[in-house]
């Protein structure tokens, strides 16, 4: 039963989410806030904090430009890694993009940036139209040629040629072939307005919650599958060894690094506003 102080929180229903707030959500955390938790696919929770909605939120590290104002970024909690990108996929291999059409999952994601910056450097004259729609509308769009090709993310990574499709290529694979760091997908934020201490204590819950989880992986295998009812549960568990990592349980010196140089560069291109020189510390 939520509590009426209990803090607004916003995650997706995708396993990594649920894997990692297992512990926090269901009361395991000690002295942890409680929490009153809604689900929503990252798209809506972008929107939701560019409108002050929530207390806390995971969103796409491309809308941090414009939410960090209202915003913290918390250390912890969030997604980066290695080999966890997204994937451009076509119906056939080595297709050529400019000019094409393009299904994305939202055009203030980071999978979005990560495509855009890829694109400047292997479309020279430029990709056609973008089509936003829900990242599960992608695969079937591309597929049935509604789209030429599609920009892709989650457990998209591993079903794809279920769907008869090829991986032109990864924007992941792009981004850590040019900069050596690790692709920054999702983050946690939590309201300013909540004050330096109550801030801390949402990072060290969040850290907290990740470590129960891989201390006791089986915990948290009910709410996981409880909202990942349609995924293979080994899809599930790819998914969660994927996106949840170091860099959940802490972001370090390489994650900001991370976060940073994907936003400068977006900057450059004109994709995102730049960013103040603190705008990603924390209290």
């Known amino acids: ?27 395991r955390v000690p002295g942890a806030p409680a929490l009153d938790v809604t689900f ?24 941090l430009p414009w939410v960090l104002e209202e915003y913290a970024l918390l250390p912890c909690g969030g997604a980066l890694g290695r080999g966890c990108g997204p994937l451009v996929l076509t119906c056939e291999p ?14 203030r994601s980071t999978a979005y940036l990560l495509f855009r910056l890829w694109a400047a450097d292997v479309v020279p004259d430029g990709v056609g139209e973008i089509v936003v729609m829900p990242f599960h509308e992608i695969m079937p769009a591309v597929r049935d040629g509604k789209v030429d090709a599609g920009l892709v993310i989650h457990e998209a990574r591993f079903t794809y040629q279920d769907y008869g499709l090829h991986s032109l290529a990864d924007m992941g694979g792009h981004w850590e072939d040019t ?11 939590a309201k300013r307005s909540l004050g330096a201490e109550r801030l ?25 599958r409880e909202h990942a009812q349609e995924m293979d549960p080994a899809v599930a568990d ?3 060894g994927l996106y949840v990592n ?38």
């Open 1 to 27: 039963m939520t509590t009426p102080d209990a803090l607004k929180i916003a995650y997706s229903p995708c396993p990594n989410d649920t894997f990692v707030f297992d512990a926090w959500a269901h009361g």
């Open 40 to 63: 929503a696919d990252i798209d809506i929770t972008n929107g939701m904090a560019e409108r002050g909605e929530f207390d806390v939120l995971k969103v796409s590290y491309a809308v």
């Open 94 to 107: 080595g297709a050529d993009l400019t000019g094409k059409r393009i299904a994305v999952p939202g055009e």
């Open 179 to 189: 900069t050596g760091l690790p692709i920054p997908l999702g983050a946690i934020i």
């Open 200 to 224: 801390r204590e949402l990072a060290d819950a969040a850290r907290t919650s990740v470590r129960m989880a891989w201390d006791d992986p089986l915990a948290s295998r009910p709410y996981v």
């Open 238 to 240: 790819q998914h969660i």
């Open 246 to 283: 170091e860099f959940t349980a802490d972001l370090g010196e390489s994650g900001y690094a991370a976060v940073r140089g994907l936003l400068t560069r977006a900057a450059a291109e004109g994709l995102v506003p730049p960013l103040g020189p603190d705008a990603l510390a924390f209290v």
